[in-house]
């Protein structure tokens, strides 16, 4: 079995892969303060949930855009499995043509999801990837990155309302009923949840506009499932991209 994990702002992913199929995925929390042994026994309790040994794991494979908590992730899988993890960087095969100021800048997650999209929809694609942040990046014909836009995400966005308003609180973010809410709650609701819609609706129409041609649009992370239905734009939904797309990069770039 292959353990992928990605390392993000708010969550780390942990997926098993056997024979191409993604066995497993399962979420632990992002803190930077914990040690590697600390990691090392989250990853073996989250194997052990589904009963993993670590014996079956026969390598492993880690993206990452929290430089702080890499070194113990990637430690605390050493000590759980045995296994020195494949690390996606700069000098692996991605099979993409990255055209950006500083290629080596743009974000591990980034990459790993534009190989999984590639396998799945035919270029040009604009990408969406709704997490800590909400991210829109373009792959051309010719699997040519072409660069796009950094977002706050839908819980950055509120929490930076509640914790600067002295009379907004706290809310869930449930898919609101109307647009023109009747009381506090379900007008933050309105203009978060279809706030963030219309402006990718609006975004996708602008990039668009600048590529000159239509894209297939692509949506995936933790909030894509809560923000996609109210888009008026047709964008497919995508959970399990990061995962399908180490495990490509992995088969790319594994010694045989």
Avoid at 15 to 26: K, L, P, Q, W, Y
Avoid at 73 to 90: D, H, N, Q, Y
Avoid at 201 to 225: I, K, P, W, Y
Wanted: one cysteine or more.
């Amino acid at each position: 079995m292959l353990l992928a994990i990605d390392i993000g702002n708010t969550n780390i992913v942990i997926g098993g892969i056997r024979d191409g199929e993604i066995s497993f995925e399962a979420r632990i929390a992002t803190d930077y303060i914990k040690t590697s042994d600390q990691y090392g026994a989250e990853i073996k309790s989250m194997l052990g949930l589904f009963d993993v040994k670590p014996c079956d794991v026969t390598d492993c494979i880690i993206s990452s855009v929290v430089p702080p908590v890499f070194n113990s992730v990637r430690t605390g899988i050493m000590k759980v499995t045995g296994k020195a993890p494949m690390v996606v960087g700069p000098g692996l095969k991605t099979g993409l043509n990255i055209q950006m100021d500083t290629p080596s800048q743009v974000g591990s997650d980034r990459i790993v999801i534009a190989v999984a999209a590639l396998s799945e929809y035919a270029p040009p694609l604009t990408l969406l990837d709704l997490g800590t942040a909400t991210t829109i990046e373009v792959v051309g014909k010719g699997s040519t990155y072409l660069g796009g836009c950094i977002i706050p995400g839908v819980r950055i966005s509120l929490d930076a309302l509640t914790s600067r308003t002295a009379q907004l609180p706290g809310i869930r973010l449930d898919r609101p009923g109307k647009i023109i809410g009747k009381n506090t709650v379900d007008c933050m609701r309105s203009g978060i949840m279809y706030g963030t819609a219309a402006m990718l609706d609006g975004m996708l129409d602008r990039v668009e506009e600048e590529l000159g041609f239509s894209t297939t649009v692509v949506a995936t992370g933790g909030m894509a499932q809560f923000i996609v239905p109210l888009c008026r734009r047709e964008i497919r939904l995508e959970k399990d991209l990061l995962l399908k797309g180490l495990n490509i990069i992995y088969q790319k770039n594994r010694k045989l």
